[in-house]
């Protein structure tokens, strides 16, 4: 299957998630609010907003954590927003536009920083999206990068489950957090704060008994600030 069907697909499936998210919103339920707190909070302490700062969030989804930074411009990106303005997510602090991470339309060296939570294990093209938020970045400018990383087995193990076994159409990709640096620091940021948010345990139950043998077997949400050099 083509990485562009695979992230049709997955958008479905992101239609259904976003759906049943604003019941979870709706009930105060929302897992991942403090987390975007968090994250804003983690960037503030690195380099406070200043009044003529452009922010970028890369597949915002209906922008709640864009609502949570205090900077006067704010331009939010996602392909469904069609779709969040059809179910009735309207409340915004900021711009709106229908977009894809790996075709910016913006012009180089615009954002002082660019927001990327929970989007890239989500996209066509993981590294094309790094390479288009590396481009529209000022020199010096930081990059706000939060996602699930996987131990190597349970990568190795979700490959193997992805070609039938027990697929995840909405996760096309999974990332080990070493091979996330190193691709930054070729992209020619330099790494600045790497957070912990949450780990996960594994999804397929019966993988507790590779635990049991030792074999690190995790998932980590991990937000790294990187500034480009």
Request: charged share 25%; aromatic share 12%.
């Amino acid at each position: 299957m083509s990485r562009l069907k695979k992230w049709r697909i997955a958008q479905n499936r992101e239609k259904v998630f976003w759906r049943e998210y604003k019941v979870v919103t709706m009930e105060g339920l929302d897992f991942h609010a403090k987390y975007y707190k968090a994250a804003v909070d983690l960037m503030s302490g690195i380099e406070e907003c200043r009044d003529d700062d452009i922010i970028l969030d890369v597949g915002c989804g209906p922008g709640d954590m864009l609502n949570l930074v205090h900077a006067e411009f704010k331009i939010g990106l996602d392909p469904l927003f069609p779709y969040f303005k059809k179910q009735g997510y309207a409340q915004r602090t900021f711009e709106a536009i229908s977009g894809v991470g790996e075709n910016l339309p913006f012009r180089s060296n615009t954002f002082s920083t660019v927001f990327c939570y929970n989007v890239l294990d989500h996209t066509a093209d993981p590294e094309r999206v790094y390479l288009e938020i590396r481009r529209v970045i000022k020199d010096t400018g930081y990059l706000l990068l939060a996602l699930d990383v996987r131990s190597p087995m349970l990568v190795l193990i979700r490959m193997i489950a992805q070609l039938g076994i027990k697929k995840d159409p909405l996760h096309p990709h999974s990332f080990l957090i070493g091979n996330v640096v190193r691709l930054l620091s070729r992209l020619g940021f330099s790494i600045v704060s790497i957070r912990n948010f949450f780990s996960l345990k594994p999804a397929y139950s019966s993988l507790h008994w590779i635990d049991s043998l030792g074999i690190k077997c995790r998932r980590d949400f991990v937000c790294i600030i990187a500034k480009k050099m």
